[in-house]
């Protein structure tokens, strides 16, 4: 940073970076009271930036991350506010949309609030997911007025104790968020399928972490996303589908688009990158590659790539919902030697989810730096209502930047992503691209690795009414159930 003219129209002026918008441009950012006021040539600030030979690009928004979320036996997962923020932070992500739950027979407002105390102490700016879990009357009631305070989302779960919902449960909180103007985000997997085939392994001695895979193949994901757009097709209530492994269920969504159903789809790094056979690692290696849905072979999941291009998938978030390895929390908890079905499923990602996409797909050729933007950044803003506010570098957005250096050349290790996990799923893995700076809001909030923000400087996001996930307005026989329901 070197000091500006004196005669200054801007805080700060990022110079001589390339741009990316909806064109590539090198050219000056000129920062007013924490936003985008300029876009030009010769822009003069009191403090400057000196981006020549890096890209500009929006700060990441990672709409699909679990950080300290509470749990029903008590405390919090191991992933802070704090620890999360500074990660995501050193990994361009200015950002994120985390969870907030809702426990079986409880009210959410309780846990709500809880989240809300926890979320004070971060570095990003934030907004949450609601997820429900229990639709009851009482919960139902809830819902507008959650709605109301700026959480324009909801999650369910068609698979997982505690969480899952049945097809009725589904199909309330569908209604519920119809009638309240959300949209519903599905975790898609046939529950009752899981588990009669996870019984079946067990039973057979078949428990290593590698049959983790066996015990939901793509078919209970395929099964699963096609029951959960047509009850919201029934509904005509619009949803996002997270988290698709694998084409077969991209293709269940494809369809759903072409008939003009509101759905929408998101992956993530890890089924770009890794596959099953991380799994059958030596020992209990295995377990630090759990996930749900599972990792798919090396053919589907370079297959999955043609599903990004063609725009069935739009989103990459991190589902960042780490378990040390050690630790009464982690991997272990129930014993190196613990089944398959008694080791809790979840990997980090909320650091490594932008370099990661950036080097195998922009530096691989497999995307464009437009589409890496769209996304990481302006669809997932889009899509959950921070749009125009976030997503983007424009005249009146917030100046959220991630200045990257796009040929350095960096081996992950757990050390480098900052986060409170003990271990990264990436270590030693080679990668071309790097954010050197990230900026939130006109602050520089990391340089060159090294996190300065302070904590409790993020900000929520509450999400007003947005026309972007707004019904289709197409009712089987023109008749509203959820009206009624």
């Not at 063609?310 to 009464?328: A, K, M």
């Not at 899509?383 to 957005?397: S, W």
């Not at 026989?477 to 009206?483: E, P, V």
């Amino acid at each position: 940073m070197i000091p500006g003219d004196d005669v200054s129209d801007y805080d700060l002026v990022v110079r001589g970076g390339t741009v990316v918008t909806e064109t590539t441009r090198r050219t000056d950012i000129g920062i007013l009271n924490g936003k985008i006021a300029a876009i030009g040539s010769d822009l003069q600030g009191r403090e400057t930036v000196d981006a020549s030979g890096l890209l500009v690009l929006p700060g990441g928004v990672d709409s699909h991350c679990h950080i300290e979320q509470l749990r029903p036996e008590g405390g919090t997962d191991e992933e802070t506010f704090l620890s999360a923020s500074i990660s995501a932070l050193a990994g361009g992500t200015t950002t994120v949309i985390p969870f907030s739950v809702q426990f079986k027979g409880q009210p959410i407002r309780d846990t709500l609030a809880a989240y809300h105390r926890l979320a004070r102490n971060a570095l990003v700016d934030y907004s949450f997911h609601q997820i429900i879990t229990d639709p009851t009357d009482a919960v139902i009631a809830e819902i507008p007025e959650i709605v109301a305070s700026g959480i324009r989302s909801l999650k369910v779960f068609l698979t997982y104790d505690p969480l899952y919902l049945d097809d009725r449960q589904y199909v309330r909180v569908l209604a519920a968020a119809r009638r309240a103007g959300a949209l519903v985000t599905v975790h898609c997997e046939n529950y009752e399928a899981i588990r009669w085939r996870s019984a079946a392994l067990v039973a057979d001695g078949r428990v290593a972490p590698k049959y983790h895979v066996w015990s939901r193949p793509p078919a209970v994901e395929r099964e699963a996303t096609h029951r959960a757009i047509a009850l919201a097709e029934l509904v005509d209530q619009p949803i996002q589908v997270f988290h698709v492994s694998c084409s077969e269920v991209a293709e269940e969504i494809a369809r759903a688009q072409a008939r003009g159903v509101k759905v929408w789809a998101e992956t993530c790094p890890q089924y770009l990158v890794l596959t099953s056979a991380d799994l059958d690692r030596p020992g209990f290696e295995g377990a630090k590659f759990m996930c749900s849905p599972a990792l798919r072979d090396a053919a589907t999941r370079d297959a999955l790539w043609d599903d990004i291009t063609s725009g069935v998938l739009g989103i990459v978030s991190s589902d960042h919902s780490g378990f040390s390895y050690d630790g009464p929390r982690g991997k272990r908890m129930n014993g190196s030697d613990a089944a398959f079905p008694d080791i809790p499923n979840g990997l980090p990602g909320i650091g490594s989810r932008l370099a990661l996409l950036f080097s195998e797909g922009v530096g691989k050729g497999r995307i464009s730096l437009k589409d890496f933007v769209r996304l990481t950044a302006s669809n997932p803003a889009d899509l959950f209502g921070l749009a125009p506010r976030k997503g983007r570098i424009a005249v009146g957005a917030d100046a959220d930047l991630a200045l990257w250096d796009p040929t350095k050349q960096v081996i992950i290790t757990n050390a480098l992503l900052q986060h409170a996990i003990d271990y990264t799923p990436y270590e030693g893995m080679a990668v071309t691209g790097w954010p050197v700076m990230t900026v939130l809001r006109g602050r520089i909030v990391m340089r060159d690795g090294t996190v300065q923000a302070a904590p409790g400087s993020g900000t929520f996001l509450p999400r007003a009414p947005y026309d972007f996930i707004q019904p289709a307005g197409v009712l089987a026989d023109g008749f509203d159930a959820s009206a009624f329901a």
